[in-house]
């Protein structure tokens, strides 16, 4: 297991974290697993056995009870493993009940801590972006949320590269605490993330946190072209994400991730696993299971060497098409590139040399 550091800090994640989406199963979550304390608990130790030392939750998983039960289940690991959950998103028809206000922050840290059985949450983050409150309400709050000690850094998650600047510019400028990481979705079918907010958090030192990296269940091999869905898998429970704009697109992708897993003898997901680990800009990926044996699986990755060939064939079938001002600087030969571009920048001119020929 490989250690980064978690953005600007001294602080220190492992290549993968254990995330609880799976734990609790209540309401709309039961779609996405049922796992409760005891097989929690031996997730746990099978993934700090592995050398995870980070674990990510939120309130909004299965209403505040996948925080409970990972209180109970980390017991006393919980010193020394990096604590991450989330606020901002509904928690009941209290319209005052949801965002990233003043009001709400507190009192939704405050629960959390409770839920948790902590006197703190390592990284705090707001889990989507709150259109109504000001940025300078936002910052302000976690700054005396971090200078009380209920929380020790904050990050975002599922920001605009925009949203983010302006809350980082806003937090220099009043003196405040400034976020050192976000959570972002990001899959071999899913590379969105290549024209903004990789290359924004490689410039500014944050971490990227991947969450859903095998999409939501889509690229574990369950999902195959002309093939229907198991039941009891998250995409054959009518998980409502991720959005797929090509499907035919996703199929030879995922087509691509089980012909390299057979080369090497293990699942289309820990090949995926193994490719986004090693991304440019990402701290680390975040992987959980419905079963012990996934998550087993799962864990393995850090040790596949995926080769020259694998990478070539998942970049083959995955490449996204050229965006403006990337083909531009390329189609105008244009140089200084800059360090934060340049690994996405190459993707782009291999694209278009190849559409030229």
């Not at 779609?31 to 099978?46: I, N, P, W, Y």
Request: net charge negative.
């Amino acid at each position: 297991m490989k250690y980064r550091p978690l953005g600007n800090t001294g602080v220190l994640v492992s290549e993968l974290t254990i995330g609880s989406v799976p734990f609790g199963g209540r309401g709309a979550f039961e779609k996405t697993g049922s796992v409760d304390v005891d097989q929690a608990r031996r997730m746990f130790e099978l993934a700090f056995d592995a050398g995870v030392n980070m674990v990510d939750t939120a309130d909004l998983y299965s209403h505040g009870l996948a925080e409970e039960i990972v209180g109970k289940a980390l017991g006393a690991r919980r010193s020394s493993i990096v604590l991450a959950s989330k606020a901002r998103s509904p928690m009941s028809d209290n319209p005052n009940d949801s965002g990233a206000s003043r009001y709400h922050l507190i009192s939704a840290c405050e629960a959390s801590l409770k839920r948790l059985g902590t006197d703190h949450i390592d990284l705090y983050q707001i889990h989507n972006w709150d259109g109504v409150t000001p940025v300078e309400e936002t910052l302000a709050a976690l700054d005396h949320l971090v200078q009380s000690g209920k929380i020790r850094y904050f990050g975002t998650s599922n920001y605009a590269a925009w949203q983010m600047m302006k809350t980082l510019g806003s937090a220099r400028l009043n003196g405040w605490q400034a976020p050192v990481s976000q959570q972002i979705y990001y899959t071999p079918e899913a590379r969105e993330a290549e024209y903004e907010l990789l290359p924004m958090a490689l410039d500014q030192g944050f971490a990227t946190l991947v969450w859903g990296p095998l999409g939501e269940g889509l690229l574990t091999g369950a999902v195959r072209r002309g093939k229907p869905t198991p039941k009891g898998t998250r995409q054959g429970n009518d998980w409502p994400e991720p959005y797929v704009h090509d499907r035919e697109r996703a199929y030879d992708i995922i087509e691509a991730l089980i012909a390299i897993g057979e080369r090497h003898g293990c699942s289309p997901a820990r090949v995926c696993l193994a490719w986004l680990k090693d991304r440019p800009g990402v701290t680390s990926v975040i992987t959980a299971g419905r079963t012990v044996e996934q998550l087993q699986d799962n864990l393995k990755s850090v040790d596949l060497v995926l080769s020259e060939q694998d990478l070539a064939e998942l970049e083959q079938v995955s490449r996204i098409a050229p965006q403006y001002p990337y083909w531009h600087r390329v189609a105008a030969g244009m140089d200084r590139i800059d360090p934060a571009e340049a690994p996405f920048i190459e993707l782009y001119r291999k694209t278009m040399e190849s559409n030229q020929g």
